[in-house]
């Protein structure tokens, strides 16, 4: 596609349940980032894929959170047993090889309630 | 450790004035990169502009261009001649490294623009 895509673009959940949320990066970027923003937190890193590989999770804030990359495509990221405090936007950008930019998806709002 | 500081919560400005958005940042790495972001009320992420540590000149993209001032550690955005449509939150963010270990971006509390007709 044109850029990145992510679904759902909004989640409600109750607490405690598993959610998995979506990212399709821009064809032929091979990084791929998870970064989420909450009012009390603002922009945050979660996962860096190159490839299907992370080399970087430092962002993960716990290990209900796990994200994983198939086929240096599309992200998945999991988050086990919500809980309220999770509820944030969710963003997933892409960049290519040859370029720093990072190009964002339009994020997936998760409400955890 | 890296950090941005943006220490303007939120700016005024008229309709087809300029405006400067402050952006500093902290970092013992030589190479890095610069970035702004634009988040209009729809919530998406737009870049702006990018500015490498070793450009030696500022960077500009149309309206947009980042005055960067190294010894100074500063990043500001100016955006000339102003349009409503330019009415958004504007994150400064970087991205420490060049060897593929990260490439995390760190981004600072944002400002949010507001364009006055």
């Known amino acids: 596609g044109a850029g990145v895509s992510q679904s759902p673009s909004n989640k409600v959940t109750e607490k405690g349940k598993d959610v998995e949320l979506r990212c399709d990066p821009i064809?032929?970027?091979?990084?791929l980032y998870w970064y989420r923003q909450s009012l009390g937190q603002g922009l945050e890193f979660l996962i860096y894929?190159?490839?299907?590989?992370?080399?970087?999770k430092s962002g993960l804030p716990s290990d209900r959170f796990s994200a994983e990359r198939t086929g240096g495509s599309v992200s998945t990221l999991t988050i086990q047993r919500t809980q309220q405090e999770d509820s944030a936007v969710y963003l997933c950008?892409?960049?290519?090889?040859?370029?720093?930019?990072?190009?964002f998806g339009p994020g997936t709002r998760l409400l955890v309630l | 450790a890296q950090k941005i500081t943006q220490t303007q919560p939120g700016m005024f400005v008229q309709e087809k004035e300029a405006v400067t958005l402050d952006c500093t940042y902290d970092?013992?790495?030589?190479?890095?990169?610069l970035f702004w972001y634009k988040q209009p009320s729809s919530g998406e992420m737009i870049f702006l502009i990018y500015q490498g540590s070793y450009d030696q000149q500022n960077a500009t993209e149309g309206r947009y261009s980042l005055n960067f001032q190294k010894a100074r550690k500063s990043a500001n955005l100016v955006i000339s001649a102003s349009q409503l449509g330019d009415s958004a939150m504007y994150f400064c963010?970087?991205?420490?490294?060049?060897?593929?270990?990260?490439?995390?971006?760190?981004f600072g509390t944002g400002t949010l623009l507001a364009v006055q007709p």
């Open positions: 064809s032929g970027h091979t990084a």
């Open positions: 970092t013992s790495d030589p190479s890095y990169g």
């Open positions: 963010a970087m991205r420490e490294g060049i060897d593929g270990a990260t490439n995390k971006l760190i």
């Open positions: 950008a892409s960049s290519s090889p040859l370029q720093e930019t990072q190009y």
């Open positions: 894929f190159q490839g299907n590989s992370a080399p970087d």
